[in-house]
């Protein structure tokens, strides 16, 4: 029977209201939307897939491929506003500094800038000796002539050849034949292999990419990758580079590995090859594609710091390596200070960084919720422990702290922005950042108790509570009100005539009165509540614990009471640097605040 909802809130969409399909489970109500999907072809149907004994799935990465950084050229291409020298000298300036070997620096026949930057870098002599400068040509003459007088002067420069090969795109875009599409790639190849023989003493290597290969015939990408392997000489000291683009995302990850692994059983001449991928994040899989295709035999990853480029962007180089960080696999790429890394990328792209963004955003580290709160408190007083058990630097103990797959430690953030407060935070993210950055140990039957005082606030303002406003909150709900309400001590002073006979003798501000009043006890606060009864004031001190906000001289003292003041009960906390003085101020606290209770 089909749904009597009427969608008049959002009247653009069309709520889905076919029948629901005949084999469906019960528990799936879902039913088929009017969304033309008739219009789309599955992969499968679009491109061949000869590989029916795949070996990659049970393969495992064990060491990084070689990061090749195309955010001066495929990204640059994608911003709004290109880079400049300027901006562009600074991203150059980063990539060598994180590590990166093999940088893609532009288009220099496409742009006059892009031209202009690779003569900057080989006119100023800033390019470290181990470093390959790599540049992207279509294959065309006059523009493979102004690519290699673009790199003239350089001593190592990978020359990056390219042409759509995909059916559609050779119809529709080249309108050539798969012989024609062939020819016009061997007769540039052959014209680029000639002009860098004209360049005496320069190092200039080669890279094809058969653009959409993941759309092409794998039969036609392998003649034309074979052809270009024997054409340019390839050798296992000089080899090729075949990158295999997926340059529009089509397919679930495991099609790309599938064709990766076809490629690299059947590439003649394998162990003169470098193969390489370059995927794109149409279909949000990008990374996934990537680590896929490296478990399938790629050697080679080309992609953008944080994933910027064209359409939904080039895959992220960032996240790949730290991927294999936590894995326990070197990354081979330095990301110790990854916000300082960001600050550059979102100053030269003009583009921010999504605050959800793998490993970098600012709430990739942060739990607002309480049992996360909680788990992850836990983790790291637990691993501080090991640590000091192993006689070991925390920072150097092997981590596993839950919800944090890596120690935000190793990339340069603090911990301050882990636990978060807002009306979803629990006790336990509270308490944590009041131990953390204010030296305060709530006592586990407190917690609740301040938990509800942090959730009624921020219920009412929708606002979170940085670790300053949380102290803030818990100052003037427990401790202010020792020296802030209707019983205040004007003068007050403890002794021990005897063992284990205290006495306190004090005098009272109360409802406007001053009295003066003694008792005695076995310890000074049951001398103080013994006083108070004098006064009318029952107090029952039901629990009290106290230590050392910092370590050392000096240290103030933090004093925590639970008291039944009168039929109410109440907590109550003390801060001064005499122990005797907190613990005396916390009772007074919860005296004041059972007061308030009660009204």
């Known amino acids: 029977?089909?749904?009597?909802?009427?969608?008049?809130?959002?009247?653009?969409?069309?709520?889905?209201?076919?029948?629901?399909?005949?084999?469906?489970?019960?528990?799936?109500?879902?039913?088929?939307?009017?969304?033309?999907?008739?219009?789309?072809?599955?992969?499968?149907?679009?491109?061949?897939?000869?590989?029916?004994?795949?070996?990659?799935?049970?393969?495992?990465?064990?060491?990084?491929?070689?990061?090749?950084?195309?955010?001066?050229?495929?990204?640059?291409?994608?911003?709004?506003?290109?880079?400049?020298?300027?901006?562009?000298?600074?991203?150059?300036?980063?990539?060598?500094?994180?590590?990166?070997?093999?940088?893609?620096?532009?288009?220099?026949?496409?742009?006059?800038?892009?031209?202009?930057?690779?003569?900057?870098?080989?006119?100023?002599?800033?390019?470290?000796?181990?470093?390959?400068?790599?540049?992207?040509?279509?294959?065309?003459?006059?523009?493979?002539?102004?690519?290699?007088?673009?790199?003239?002067?350089?001593?190592?420069?990978?020359?990056?050849?390219?042409?759509?090969?995909?059916?559609?795109?050779?119809?529709?875009?080249?309108g050539r034949s798969r012989a024609e599409v062939h020819e016009l790639i061997r007769d540039a190849a052959a014209h680029l292999m000639h002009r860098a023989e004209e360049q005496r003493g320069a190092d200039i290597r080669f890279e094809f990419s058969p653009e959409v290969f993941n759309l092409t015939e794998p039969d036609f990408v392998l003649e034309v990758c074979n052809s270009l392997t024997e054409l340019w000489g390839a050798s296992p000291d000089r080899p090729v580079i075949h990158n295999l683009p997926a340059t529009v995302e089509i397919a679930t990850p495991n099609v790309y590995a599938d064709q990766i692994e076809y490629m690299d059983r059947h590439l003649a001449r394998r162990d003169c090859v470098i193969l390489s991928v370059h995927p794109h994040n149409d279909r949000g899989t990008g990374v996934a594609c990537a680590e896929l295709a490296v478990l399938a035999g790629a050697q080679r990853v080309e992609g953008c710091l944080f994933g910027n480029g064209e359409r939904t962007g080039n895959v992220d180089l960032v996240t790949l390596a730290l991927n294999l960080y936590a894995q326990g696999v070197n990354p081979m790429i330095d990301f110790s200070d990854i916000d300082a890394v960001r600050e550059v990328v979102e100053y030269c792209n003009r583009l921010p960084v999504h605050p959800?963004?793998?490993?970098?955003?600012?709430?990739?580290?942060?739990?607002?919720?309480?049992?996360?709160?909680?788990?992850?408190?836990?983790?790291?007083?637990?691993?501080?422990?090991?640590?000091?058990?192993?006689?070991?630097?925390?920072a150097t103990a092997p981590w596993a702290v839950p919800y944090l797959p890596i120690d935000p430690g190793d990339i340069g953030r603090t911990y301050e922005e882990v636990i978060r407060i807002n009306s979803q935070s629990g006790k336990g993210g509270i308490a944590h950042l009041l131990r953390t950055h204010h030296g305060l140990d709530l006592p586990q039957a407190m917690r609740p108790d301040f938990s509800r005082t942090v959730q009624h606030v921020t219920d009412a303002t929708g606002q979170e509570l940085s670790h300053k406003e949380l102290w803030e909150l818990f100052r003037t709900t427990y401790i202010t009100p020792a020296l802030d309400g209707r019983v205040t001590l004007a003068s007050w002073n403890a002794t021990e005539p005897a063992p284990g006979e205290h006495q306190f003798a004090c005098t009272l501000h109360t409802d406007g009165q001053v009295r003066s009043c003694r008792g005695t006890g076995n310890g000074p606060l049951s001398a103080l509540a013994d006083a108070l009864r004098t006064v009318g004031i029952t107090v029952d001190i039901l629990g009290y614990t106290e230590h050392s906000a910092t370590s050392g001289p000096g240290s103030p003292a933090v004093a925590y009471a639970e008291c039944r003041v009168d039929d109410v009960t109440c907590w109550g906390a003390g801060w001064d640097t005499s122990v005797l003085t907190a613990s005396v101020h916390a009772v007074m606290a919860a005296v004041n605040r059972s007061g308030r209770a009660s009204s």
């Open 1 to 174: 029977m089909a749904s009597s909802f009427r969608n008049t809130l959002f009247p653009t969409l069309r709520t889905p209201s076919g029948d629901v399909p005949a084999n469906a489970p019960r528990w799936n109500p879902q039913r088929p939307s009017a969304m033309p999907h008739h219009r789309y072809q599955p992969a499968h149907q679009r491109v061949a897939l000869p590989l029916t004994d795949r070996t990659w799935p049970s393969r495992r990465i064990e060491r990084a491929p070689l990061w090749v950084p195309v955010d001066l050229r495929d990204g640059n291409q994608a911003l709004a506003e290109p880079m400049d020298t300027e901006r562009k000298r600074r991203m150059f300036d980063l990539l060598v500094t994180m590590g990166f070997k093999e940088i893609e620096v532009g288009y220099p026949s496409a742009s006059g800038t892009d031209f202009d930057f690779v003569r900057h870098l080989a006119e100023s002599g800033i390019v470290p000796d181990d470093v390959t400068i790599s540049v992207f040509t279509a294959a065309r003459r006059d523009l493979i002539d102004r690519t290699i007088a673009s790199v003239e002067g350089l001593p190592r420069t990978l020359v990056h050849l390219y042409t759509a090969t995909a059916p559609t795109w050779r119809d529709v875009v080249l």
């Open 356 to 394: 959800r963004h793998p490993y970098v955003g600012d709430l990739v580290h942060t739990a607002f919720s309480g049992t996360h709160q909680d788990a992850i408190a836990k983790g790291m007083a637990h691993h501080a422990g090991r640590a000091a058990e192993k006689g070991i630097p925390v």
